[in-house]
């Protein structure tokens, strides 16, 4: 089987990292839309724009499956990609809320943390709270993008940016990470909320999602991995090659 | 006369406040690209096709005058668009390394901060090294874009991110602010840095040149601006009701 992922830069690369890990399929297409990254500052039709001109570069490779990798396009485009795709497309936010059923209780209090355009979008909100979630609560840290994309994961800039975002809220008993560039923000997470906090991420969750909602079975062979970007594809190798400690094409 | 302003977002809104204050032009016309936004993360390519993307938008205004108002822009794409337009296109890096030669010896420690665009060109260096400066420090401070985008102006994310750029540079007795955003943390920046350092603001430095170099002269008229983006044009019209306490059409 042949997946496209899509994202607006690199931090879809967290989802490639578990896709690898549970090898479902035989090839991975990745485009990252590193040109115009950001999406989870911008608005919707933007981001409902940025996406079909991704599926219209995708078409090209035949995929048998789209996983939208990225929370700001699965909050805003995901409508809109299924209605122009001929293949099927999965989004983050319903596997998320479902690794959230998994491993938590419906009245334990739940963080939900992403970008702007994601948290705005209200899309978590109305999944978590049909599966029954109702102490909830959701913080849009922007800040998170930035300090990833710069390397800088743990350390006294993301202690206060983490201070500014959290010190008024409820202690939770999870944490949904509502963007793709959060799993590298984990150890700091862990260190600041406690071990005991569970951490959902969106990687994790879409392998779960994928092996018991849509019954694919893992292929045990190393898939092999395209890499495309809208700028500077040398950039999105390099990160690859750091967070994957994978060589690709 | 009709000045056209362009920036990759909101902040050359900095630069529009000084060119109203000092009263230059009739009109403004002013394009923020924030369906794009930043370019200070982006390579030349990409910085140099956008750029000559709002050039051809900002022909339909007949302008006397470009200003680029963006650090990014005027470090990567100023040839071309000066090869592409009809009317004069005005960069800030010039005039912000003329606006240091009237307050800063040669031999004063000057420190440049920008984005990681504006500093890898070496734009700032070549100039600066041209009007005779030896005593140079380059320091790309991305993270202050998005504090600046999100109000965060001063406290303590603010300090751990000025001592995570800054704590082993040598004390400069003069800053160059080569992004539009950072004249919005000259508080925080001198609170660091003390008041006796002099900061260089591109909006400053370009009303001089062109008072100076271009020979125009005060009209002593509000001038009249119209804000345009590429997307949420009524975020960029809130932004520049908070900056620039103003209303635009």
Known sequence: MRAAVFDSGVGGLTVVKSLIEHRFFDEIIYFGDTARVPYGTKDKNTIVRYSLEALEFFKNFDPDLLIAA?????????????????????????????????????????????????????????????????????????????????????????????DHYFHNLPHPKGIILGCTHFPLLQEALTSYFGPET????????????????????????????????????????????????????
Chains 1, 2 share one sequence.
């Open 70 to 162: 990225c929370n700001s396009v699965s909050a805003h485009a995901l409508e809109e990609l299924r209605e122009s795709a001929t293949f099927p497309v999965v989004g983050v936010i319903e596997p998320g809320v479902l690794a959230a059923k998994e491993r938590l209780e419906g009245h334990e209090p739940i963080l939900v943390i992403g970008t702007k355009a994601t948290i705005s979008s209200g899309q978590y909100e109305e999944l978590l709270r049909q599966e029954g979630f109702c102490n909830l609560t959701f913080q849009a840290t922007p800040l998170f993008v930035p300090l990833v994309e710069e390397g800088i994961l743990t350390g006294p800039i993301v202690q206060a940016t983490m």
């Open 198 to 249: 569970i951490l959902i991420h969106s990687g994790e969750a879409i392998c779960d999602y994928l092996h018991q909602a849509l019954a694919i079975e893992p292929t045990n062979r190393q898939p092999e991995l395209k890499l495309f970007a809208s700028e500077s594809p040398e950039k999105l190798k390099r990160v690859a090659r750091e967070w994957l400690r994978y060589s690709s094409r």
